[in-house]
């Protein structure tokens, strides 16, 4: 069964730092992009990252640009978003998905969710 | 970045009625939409792809179409458990957005 199980949420003052964690497993990891999706508090959907299947390109949305890196070790089956100077807009469920190829390409779907991991960033 | 507009924003229905939800899209996006199941404190869930394609396991019930800017999902006869809210995402350029969502009640 392909399952994606997310870690690493919990509240943090404004400018600090978390890591989320994703573990994959279920499928071949390395062979597929990876993405951080995120929904605040009682709203919508927000695309933030995303990684190709080796790593080597890395996507944003222009409001965690400089701020998040995503990364991933494929060694591992991890996938990883390290947030730093982290705003009260950042809180939201951070869900991490994957795509059905090894890029971020036209035409893609995100085709399977992990059950999502809270941040609050509130002093 | 595109902008995603559906409606309605919310919706009552009843076990058994035929439902559609409209999804906009501000400029064309060829047929590369997407449809997307969400529960309450659950994770979205792929319904349709490419506009019109039933995702593994979804059930046939569930349709889409549309190309360009206006698309639909269709719920032929609404089951208890589909009381859900749904969502469009186009993915013919980046950033991929989401419409805002529309909300499906009894």
Redesign the interface.
Same mark, same amino acid.
């Given at each position: 069964e392909v399952q994606l199980l997310e870690s690493g949420g919990g509240l943090v003052q404004p400018g600090g730092s978390l890591r989320l964690s994703c573990a994959a497993s279920g499928f071949t990891f390395s062979s597929y992009a990876m993405s951080w999706v995120r929904q605040p508090p009682g709203r919508g959907l927000e695309w933030v990252s995303t990684i190709s299947d080796s790593g080597r390109s890395t996507y944003y949305t222009d409001s965690v640009k400089g701020r998040f890196t995503i990364s991933r070790d494929n060694s591992k089956n991890t996938l990883y978003l390290q947030m730093n100077s982290l705003r009260a807009e950042d809180t939201a469920v951070y869900f991490c998905s994957k795509f059905p190829s090894s890029g971020y390409h036209v035409g893609d779907a995100f085709d399977v969710w992990g059950q999502g991991t809270v941040v609050t960033v509130s002093s | 970045d595109i902008q995603m507009t559906q409606s309605p924003s919310s919706l009552s229905a009843s076990v058994g009625n035929r439902v559609t939800i409209t999804c906009r899209a501000r400029q064309s996006i060829s047929s590369?939409l997407?449809w @997307?199941q969400q529960k309450p404190r659950?994770?979205?869930?792929?319904l349709i @792809?490419?506009a019109s394609s039933l995702?593994t396991g979804v059930p046939s019930r569930f349709s889409g179409s549309g190309s360009g800017t206006d698309f639909t999902l269709t719920i032929s006869s609404l089951q208890p458990e589909d009381f859900a809210t749904y @969502?469009c995402?186009q993915?013919?350029?980046?950033? !991929?957005? !989401?419409?805002?969502?529309t909300r499906l009640e009894i």
């Open positions: - | 590369h997407n @997307y659950k994770a979205p869930k792929l @792809y490419a995702q @969502y995402q993915s013919y350029s980046s950033p !991929f957005t !989401f419409g805002q969502g």
